[in-house]
């Protein structure tokens, strides 16, 4: 059965001229029915884009040169008149800032259900209901005096509780998720994901989400894939690429954060910084910052190879790897 | 509910005190004449006898203070002094002209509506594309267009040559009114339209990069209704603000307006009253300008709060 | 392993990126600025040289020459009067202009000062001072000017007047947020606890970036100040004759209309043309002044 959502390839491209640069590369991964992926990766390294052209709204400016991504089997088209059309009733989105993704002017109620009406044809009276039973299921309290209200009058976890009912309303089968928890307290965060996982178990929802956050990952998600620079460097099973990472860069985001198991070990951030995208290192793009760089390293493109079953990682010396996680 | 009143309430009181503020304004201005202001008023020419009337007739007699009261008092009585030039009271003359300039000024501000909006929306929406280009001449150019010009420009396209207007006057019939307002208040709105557009541009441009419209997008909303029922609403919001700003300049270029058209509204008698040395008409009708400006702007500001939300609700 | 909180993941900010380019060379890049200057320098210069490439002078009549159109002798034509209006507009251009450009001075340089005070001070400084600039806002721009003028009397006196005391209030409300703004940040309540003066404060640190905003909108409002110089010619009660003006010489016009319509039209070009110029100057001055 063909998976709920496959990415094959796909490259976008910004600027133009000697400005110009990928901000995805060749990226690929695929979700089943049911199935999360999670998207891990510092800012800028280009998992809020993948998710946009996946979805079909990059900013102006950029352009998708390459890829193809496919839903349930289905292509959808990465440009064009028909990108909108495509996706209505398979994919949706969830976009990170509850504050400015709802219409300040409009009241919750209204914006739920104007995809079952204008979409999806409902009648008025019955999109109204189906507003109503997706605030339910999204955990809103008090659902009919909360359509009433406007955005600014609701708490920031409503908000996104609102957020995410109105990527319901278009009865999509893949959920894109871009950070909805970042602008969250993180009491609220741990109440989204546990909808967001309930919602996946209830309705069979293939679910990426895109966050920088690898606690949360763990989370939700069954499957990782971690991204710097435009680049998928490793992606596998989530327990296994969090126990035993394959790619120094993982390893280095693990380092980073802050483990409350184990008090002692204090966080170590990665060196360097992240590159000027205009001026790409040779070879693998995370040499520089790498303590297991060799000089083979910088001249050879280094791509994404199977390590394991299920696993891949874009990394020469990933056997070292394990060495290293286990010494701490 | 009870949150917009109170709303409207506080923006009531706000007003006062400008409106207060404005009668200080105007009775000092007769004290501004340096010199004997009756004396001036009156002219060379008169005998102490005529001074001395005009004198007590504005109220001059006595300290500061006890004129300012003597002119509160009047004013809560409605009375606005008396015309030197006609003779009759300055209320009776304002009232008889009110409604032509009210109608200019408002069909001026309708007109600014629908021209500015869809015009600004476009430009935004073909950001640095051809439209977005031609349209952003016109705050270019239409700045520097002096009102009177535009005027006569108008006169001399649509009256002279090809006759679709008046050229002047008010006429006898509603028909009549209606035509000889067009180009009056077309003029008039044209000395802010571009102002209006130029920042109006800059609002849409914000609203379309917004969040809330990626999301309707997301929705899979046609573009037209996500133009419509999202962006367009939210950027009707700083329009009104604008236009409630700009208001008083509308209201102003009356002035000038019914010169160029030969209308007999407020503004023109304010010039007449000027060329008369009718000082109490001159101190009338200023008055009258500058609390219309002040009630304008508290009805754009409920229009404002009844349009956002956030503002009447908090 | 319970993972709750990464760090040092996020990119650091980019260091900042080395010096601006200096001013004159980023002035230099803005089309808008180069053009709008180059419009400007050409009025303004034409003007100036007034005496030196007219034929005939503003006031030179003519009886039997009047109302003709342009010709090889008056390359715009004569007036009712037979005077040649191209030397008329030039010369107007050196009264309007001139009054245009100096007339703002005050309401800029006391505006913006006083609006730093009530920013900075705050208190009764304040309170005062944005009531009255609320009081006077109230007032339509013209009504007030007209009431002015009337009271003061025409000509350019009262017109220098009518703008000092009407106009500086823009620039008062501009200046006043930006204080308020630019007092609020940390190195100014640093350099204050570090024991700075308040005047050395406010003319090291406050002035400089209050000011940018400020010389930006005193471009426009040359505009809006010949438009007032121009329009109270046009009623009658700016520039009297004899001296000529674009306004009164689009006044003169307005009974010829059916015959000869460049009396009123031609004068309004320069005004367009010095308004476009000064348009495009300031959108050059806000890219140019534009913080990094």
């Known amino acids: 059965m063909a998976p709920a959502l496959e990415v094959t390839e796909l490259a976008v491209e910004f600027g133009d001229g000697a400005g110009r640069f990928r901000a995805v590369d060749d990226v690929s991964l695929s979700v089943a029915d049911g199935g999360a992926l999670g998207l891990v990766g510092e800012s800028g390294c280009g998992k809020s884009i993948t998710l946009r052209a996946v979805m079909g709204l990059l900013p102006t400016g950029a352009r998708v040169v390459g890829g193809r991504v496919l839903a349930g089997?289905?292509?959808?088209?990465?440009?064009?008149?028909?990108v909108r059309a495509a996706r209505r009733r398979r994919v949706a989105m969830v976009f990170q800032d509850p504050s400015s993704g709802l219409n300040p002017v409009m009241r919750v109620g209204a914006q739920v259900a104007e995809a079952p009406r204008s979409v999806l044809g409902l009648s008025r009276r019955r999109a109204r209901a189906r507003a109503l039973e997706l605030l339910a299921m999204c955990g809103v309290p008090d659902p009919e005096r909360r359509a009433r209200a406007y955005p600014h009058q609701l708490s920031g976890g409503t908000r996104q509780r609102v957020m995410i009912a109105i990527a319901l309303s278009s009865d999509p089968r893949i959920l894109l998720c871009d950070e909805p928890t970042t602008a969250l307290d993180v009491t609220i965060q741990a109440q989204?994901?546990?909808?967001?996982?309930?919602?996946?178990?209830?309705?069979?929802?293939?679910?990426?989400?895109?966050?920088?956050?690898?606690a949360v990952v763990g989370e939700l998600c069954d499957s990782l894939a971690v991204m710097y620079a435009g680049r998928i460097v490793e992606i596998g099973a989530t327990r296994q690429v969090l126990d035993r990472p394959g790619h120094p860069y993982t390893l280095g985001l693990l380092r980073s954060a802050v483990d409350l198991d184990s008090p002692v070990a204090e966080p170590v951030s990665?060196?360097?910084?992240?590159?000027?995208?205009?001026?790409?290192?040779?070879?693998?793009?995370?040499?520089?910052?790498?303590?297991?760089?060799?000089?083979e390293c910088s001249v050879t493109d280094v791509q994404l190879e199977a390590i394991g079953a299920g696993r891949r990682s874009a990394c020469l010396h990933h056997e070292r790897l394990g060495e290293a996680a286990s010494r701490g | 509910m009870r949150k917009t009143w109170r709303y409207a309430v506080t923006r009531l009181a706000h007003s006062v005190p400008v409106v207060f503020g404005v009668t200080i304004v105007t009775f000092l201005l007769l004290h501004l004449i340096p010199g004997d202001p009756a004396r001036k008023l009156v002219g060379p020419h008169a005998g102490p006898a005529?001074?001395?009337?005009?004198?007590?007739?504005?109220?001059?007699?006595?300290?500061?203070?006890n004129q300012f009261g003597v002119f509160l008092s009047r004013l809560a009585h409605g009375d606005t002094g008396r015309?030197?030039?006609?003779?009759?009271?300055?209320?009776?003359?304002?009232?008889?002209?009110?409604s032509v300039t009210a109608a200019l000024v408002g069909l001026a501000a309708l007109f600014c509506v629908i021209l500015t909006l869809p015009l600004a929306t476009l430009a935004a929406v073909h950001k640095d594309r051809l439209a977005d280009h031609a349209i952003r001449v016109i705050p270019l150019v239409g700045l520097g267009m002096p009102a009177f010009w535009i005027g006569i420009l108008f006169i001399i396209v649509f009256s002279v040559n090809l006759g679709w207007f008046p050229v002047g006057g008010w006429g006898v019939t509603l028909g009549d009114h209606l035509r000889a307002l067009v180009l009056p208040a077309l003029t008039a709105a044209l000395g802010i339209i571009p102002l209006l557009i130029r920042s109006l541009r800059a609002g849409v441009l914000d609203v379309l990069k917004a969040d809330f419209v990626a999301t309707a997008r997301a929705k899979g909303l046609r573009e037209m209704r996500v133009l419509f029922r999202h962006v367009t609403r939210n950027a009707l919001i700083p329009t009104v603000a604008l236009l409630g700003l700009n208001i008083a300049y509308l209201i102003g270029s009356t002035v000038i307006v019914e010169r160029v058209f030969d209308l007999n509204g407020l503004g023109s008698l304010m010039l007449d009253a000027v060329g008369n040395r009718d000082f109490p008409v001159v101190e009338g009708v200023t008055l009258v300008f500058a609390v219309a400006v002040v009630a304008l702007n508290l009805f754009t500001d409920l229009v404002s709060a009844q349009l956002d939300p956030r503002i009447r609700l908090g | 392993?319970?993972?709750?909180?990464?760090?040092?993941?996020?990119?650091?900010?980019?260091?900042?990126?080395g010096r601006r380019r200096p001013f004159v060379r980023r002035a230099f890049s803005s089309r808008s600025l180069l053009a709008g200057l180059?419009?400007?320098?050409?009025?303004?210069?034409?003007?100036?040289?007034a005496p030196v490439i007219v034929r005939y002078g503003p006031n030179q009549q003519n009886p039997f020459h009047g109302m003709e159109g342009?010709?090889?002798?008056?390359?715009?034509?004569?007036?009712?009067?037979?005077?040649?209006?191209?030397?008329?507009?030039?010369?107007?251009?050196?009264?309007?202009l001139v009054v245009g450009f100096l007339a703002v001075l005050f309401p800029f340089g006391f505006g913006t000062l006083l609006g730093i005070a009530a920013g900075y001070f705050g208190g009764v400084v304040e309170t005062v001072t944005m009531r009255l600039v609320d009081v006077i806002i109230a007032f339509p721009f013209y009504v007030l000017v007209v009431a002015l003028v009337f009271i003061i009397g025409p000509g350019i006196r009262g017109i220098y007047i009518a703008i000092a005391l009407t106009d500086w209030v823009v620039y008062a409300r501009m200046a006043r947020t930006q204080a308020l703004v630019v007092r609020e940040l940390d190195w100014v309540t640093a350099a204050r606890s570090g024991g700075l003066s308040h005047a050395r404060v406010l003319w090291r640190h406050i002035l400089p970036n209050t000011i940018s905003q400020a010389i930006v909108y005193v471009m426009s409002d040359i505009v809006y100040v010949l438009l007032a110089v121009v329009t109270l010619g046009y009623l009658g009660l700016g520039i009297q004759p004899p001296t000529p003006d674009w306004g009164s010489m689009i006044s003169d016009g307005q009974s010829f209309l059916s015959t000869n319509l460049w009396i009123s039209t031609i004068p309004g070009i320069p005004i367009v043309l010095t308004g476009l110029g000064l348009s495009l100057v300031a959108d050059g001055l806000t890219d140019v002044l534009r913080p990094p």
């Open chain 1, 73 to 82: 089997g289905t292509e959808l088209p990465l440009a064009g008149s028909g």
């Open chain 3, 38 to 49: 180059c419009i400007v320098a050409s009025v303004t210069t034409l003007a100036a040289l």
């Open chain 2, 50 to 65: 005529a001074v001395a009337a005009v004198r007590r007739q504005l109220g001059l007699d006595g300290s500061l203070v």
């Open chain 2, 83 to 98: 015309s030197f030039f006609y003779g009759v009271s300055t209320r009776s003359l304002v009232i008889s002209r009110l």
């Open chain 1, 192 to 214: 989204i994901l546990r909808l967001l996982h309930d919602l996946r178990e209830r309705m069979g929802l293939a679910i990426v989400f895109v966050t920088h956050s690898l």
């Open chain 3, 70 to 96: 342009p010709s090889a002798a008056h390359w715009l034509g004569t007036d009712e009067l037979g005077r040649d209006v191209w030397s008329r507009v030039l010369y107007a251009g050196r009264t309007d």
């Open chain 3, 1 to 17: 392993m319970r993972l709750l909180a990464v760090s040092g993941l996020d990119v650091q900010p980019d260091v900042a990126a």
């Open chain 1, 270 to 295: 990665i060196p360097g910084l992240l590159h000027d995208p205009l001026h790409r290192p040779s070879g693998c793009p995370f040499h520089p910052r790498c303590w297991l760089a060799g000089p």
